[in-house]
């Protein structure tokens, strides 16, 4: 779907929400100027009076059409609208919460195959065992720590990570995490109900980086480099080109669903 369609499927969308909304205000107008019922005595002789007179002819006919209305978007959000956003907002958080699993998961991943480098290549024997380190796992749930503590200071753990990647067990235990949480978005999106195009293109991004992690051994001459570019992406809101954003495709789905 190209960017311009997409961009018009939302404006349309905002445009229906806005008309809506003005038409219960103009409903409310309308009522207060085609009612029978006297204003209050402070508005006597003043222009709010003269506003609020009634038209000439079809007072009732616009009455009864503007109550007709009043009454059918409060139905509706009633009953509708209000319960739809509590519940997509239940959704959100339990996707959130999912995505914070996630993390954690990978990072475990992470540890493992840091541990491995450590038991295999004596280059990397000095370095500590960080899987029973539950303090620097949470320190590492944020994007710009996980960034920083990577790339200044234990830039040594952090290849012996890629190189523990190269062990197929750590390979195929990241792949599973990844194709889980695709199937997470894939129920969030059945759950919220409703297709959004800009989220259904960060996700579809998504799938692109889960495919290519899978196939990483065929399209590129350095799979490793690789799954660094894609671990930055999610767990360090780094975009393709190793440039800073500011949410991640993850939360992009979410706050744009």
């Known amino acids: 779907m190209s960017t311009e369609l997409i961009i018009k499927k939302m404006v349309m969308k905002k445009l229906y929400s806005y008309i809506y909304h003005i038409l219960f205000l ?10 029978e019922e006297q204003l209050l005595l402070v508005f006597k002789n003043t222009p709010i009076e003269k506003f609020f007179s009634q038209w000439e002819t079809g007072n009732n006919l616009i009455y009864n059409l ?7 978007y409060i139905f509706w959000t009633i009953n509708f609208s209000i319960p739809k956003f509590i519940r997509d907002n239940d959704y959100k958080k339990k996707i959130q919460t999912e995505f914070i699993a996630f993390k954690k998961n990978i990072i475990y991943i ?9 038991l295999t290549y004596p280059k990397y024997e000095e ?4 899987r029973t380190n539950d303090e620097l796992l949470n320190r590492l749930l944020d994007p710009d720590y996980f960034f920083k503590y990577f790339t200044r200071d234990h830039k040594k753990d952090w290849y012996a990570i890629l190189n ?53 051994g065929v399209f590129f001459h350095d799979p490793v480099k690789y799954y660094e570019n ?8 780094k975009d393709a080109f190793n440039d800073k954003v500011e949410k991640s495709i993850i939360e992009n789905i979410i706050s744009s669903s």
């Open 26 to 35: 103009i409903c409310i107008f309308t009522v207060l100027k085609s009612s």
């Open 66 to 72: 503007s109550i007709g209305y009043i009454v059918s």
């Open 110 to 118: 992470l540890f493992n195959a840091h541990m491995y480098s450590v």
């Open 127 to 130: 370095l500590e065992d960080h």
């Open 164 to 216: 523990g990647l190269d062990e197929d067990t750590n390979l195929s235990d990241l792949q599973i995490e990844f194709r889980l949480f695709e199937r997470k978005i894939e129920t969030f999106f059945n759950n919220i109900g409703e297709f959004n195009p800009i989220a259904m293109q960060y996700f579809d991004e998504y799938r692109d980086y889960t495919y290519r992690l899978e196939k990483a």
């Open 230 to 237: 894609i671990l930055f992406v999610i767990l360090a809101n």
